[in-house]
């Protein structure tokens, strides 16, 4: 008697919250000018719009902190563009004509004020 064939059951967990949290690094291994908060947000669309054209570079994203000495900065984007923002931040490998790269520290679905 040969066994029952074998069934699949696909399940995807969709978060409640609206938004998603990155904490990023900018990596800029030559040094030079470092961007201030509102060429790093020029950046990010930047990115967002070389990936994922202009509904990409349509997606929501705010800068809620940023630290030029470090270059680390929290960006939070609506859920829905959670995967095309990373993917468009780690596939970044320019800023101004110099080699750079993007870090994702960590993430989260709440905001680090609440936790």
């Known amino acids: 008697m040969a066994p029952p064939p074998a069934t699949f059951e696909r399940r995807v ?15 800029l291994p030559d ?10 947000k020029q950046l990010v669309v930047a990115a967002l719009r070389e990936l994922h054209g202009e509904v990409g570079a349509a997606l929501p994203v705010d ?8 270059l680390s900065a929290i960006l939070r984007v609506v859920s829905s563009g959670f995967v095309k923002l990373w993917s468009a931040l780690t596939l970044l ?14 993430f989260t679905c709440k905001s680090w004020r609440q936790s």
């Not at 967990?13 to 990596?27: I, K, N, Q, T």
């Not at 000018?33 to 509102?38: D, E, S, Y």
């Not at 490998?93 to 960590?106: D, E, K, M, T, W």
Request: proline share 2%.
């Open 63 to 70: 800068v809620l902190t940023y630290e030029e000495k470090t």
């Open 93 to 106: 490998g320019f800023y101004q004509n110099r080699r750079c790269a993007f870090r994702v520290l960590q």
């Open 31 to 40: 040094g030079g000018a470092r961007p201030n908060a509102a060429q790093l």
């Open 13 to 27: 967990l969709r978060s409640a919250a609206g938004h998603h949290y990155l904490r990023v690094r900018l990596e």
